[in-house]
Nanobody, 127 residues
Framework: QEQLVESGGGLVQTGGSMRLSCAAI????????MAWFRQAPGNERECVAA????????EYLNSVKGRFTISRDNANNTLYLQMNNLKPEDTAVYYC????????????????????WGQGTQVTVSS
């Protein structure tokens, strides 16, 4: 069965680092654009970072630029989000998402383009 499975969330202090992983299971990932979204209580789900299948194209939410890095290992069907210098406002449930665009260069931050979602992993940054 096709699914995305996140791991790596937890509790970290302000200024700390954390790496999230997302494993694609069931034959998905090849040619897919991928992204990380997050949703805090009372807020809309927002795209934190997106990446093309080749990895050459990326885009970040302004508030995480210079602190977060999205990457992928296509050989192992895994997506990553390295988060450094974490702030309390980064606290949210983080979701990985996949868009079966079947393109090397395409990527998007548009939520409606993503039809495959992981279950989410909680990231809590204490002040």
């Amino acid at each position: 069965q096709e699914q995305l499975v996140e791991s790596g969330g937890g509790l970290v202090q302000t200024g700390g680092s954390m790496r999230l992983s997302c494993a694609a299971i069931g034959g998905i990932f090849t040619g897919w654009a991928m992204a990380w979204f997050r949703q805090a209580p009372g807020n809309e789900r927002e795209c934190v970072a997106a990446i093309s299948y080749s990895g050459d194209g990326t885009e970040y939410l302004n508030s995480v630029k210079g602190r977060f890095t999205i990457s992928r290992d296509n050989a192992n069907n895994t997506l990553y989000l390295q988060m450094n210098n974490l702030k309390p406002e980064d606290t949210a449930v983080y979701y990985c998402a996949g868009d079966p665009a079947f393109s090397n260069s395409y990527y998007t931050t548009r939520r409606e383009r993503y039809h495959y979602w992981g279950q989410g992993t909680q990231v809590t940054v204490s002040s």
